[in-house]
C-alpha cells in the first residue's frame, strides 16, 4: 500500500489492505482469513472504515467488525444476539442484549463452516429487517 496517499483518498478496502498489512503477524493473518470468509459466506458484502480504523462489513446493514488487539483479533456482529449459534462460536461480549462476539487467538483454528453460517444468517437477518 502506499502511504504516501492520505487516507481519506483510500477506499475502505484499501485501508483494510493496509491494517493486515502493517500488523505484519498472526493477527494480520488472521484478520486476512476472516476477511476472506466473510467474503465467501456474502459475495455481496461491502467493506467500511469506521470509528478511526475498524473494518466493517456489511450486506443489508451491519454484519460484523474486525477488531484487532495485542492478544485476540475480536469479530462482533451487530445483532449477534438474535442469530442462531450451534457451534458456540460467540466467546465474548455474551452479557449484552444485542452483540456478540469471536475472540481468535494466536494459533486457534477457525471453525470456517460455522463462522460462514454465522454471517449468512446475519445478512439473512439484515434483510428481513430491511423488508419490514
Given at each position: 500500500m502506499?502511504?504516501?496517499v492520505?487516507?481519506?483518498?483510500r477506499s475502505p478496502?484499501?485501508?483494510?489492505?493496509?491494517?493486515?498489512?502493517?500488523?505484519?503477524?498472526w493477527?494480520?493473518?488472521?484478520?486476512?482469513?476472516?476477511?476472506?470468509?466473510?467474503r465467501e459466506?456474502a459475495?455481496?458484502?461491502?467493506?467500511?472504515?469506521?470509528?478511526?480504523?475498524v473494518?466493517?462489513?456489511?450486506?443489508?446493514g451491519?454484519i460484523c467488525?474486525g477488531e484487532?488487539?495485542?492478544?485476540?483479533?475480536?469479530?462482533?456482529?451487530?445483532?449477534?444476539a438474535?442469530?442462531?449459534?450451534?457451534?458456540?462460536?460467540?466467546n465474548s461480549?455474551?452479557e449484552?442484549?444485542?452483540?456478540?462476539?469471536i475472540d481468535?487467538?494466536?494459533?486457534?483454528?477457525i471453525?470456517e463452516?460455522?463462522?460462514?453460517?454465522?454471517?449468512?444468517?446475519?445478512?439473512?437477518?439484515n434483510?428481513?429487517?430491511?423488508k419490514?
Open positions: 502506499n502511504k504516501s492520505p487516507q481519506e483518498s478496502s484499501e485501508l483494510i489492505d493496509g491494517r493486515i498489512a502493517e500488523l505484519g503477524d493477527r494480520g493473518e488472521m484478520l486476512g482469513r476472516l476477511r476472506a470468509l466473510i459466506a459475495p455481496h458484502v461491502t467493506e467500511e472504515w469506521k470509528w478511526r480504523g473494518p466493517v462489513w456489511e450486506d443489508a451491519m467488525t484487532t488487539y495485542k492478544a485476540v483479533v475480536k469479530l462482533t456482529f451487530a445483532k449477534g438474535a442469530l442462531p449459534d450451534p457451534s458456540s462460536l460467540f461480549s455474551l449484552g442484549n444485542t452483540r456478540r462476539a481468535f487467538r494466536e494459533g486457534e483454528q471453525n463452516a460455522a463462522l460462514k453460517a454465522l454471517v449468512q444468517a446475519a445478512v439473512a437477518l434483510k428481513s429487517r430491511a419490514r
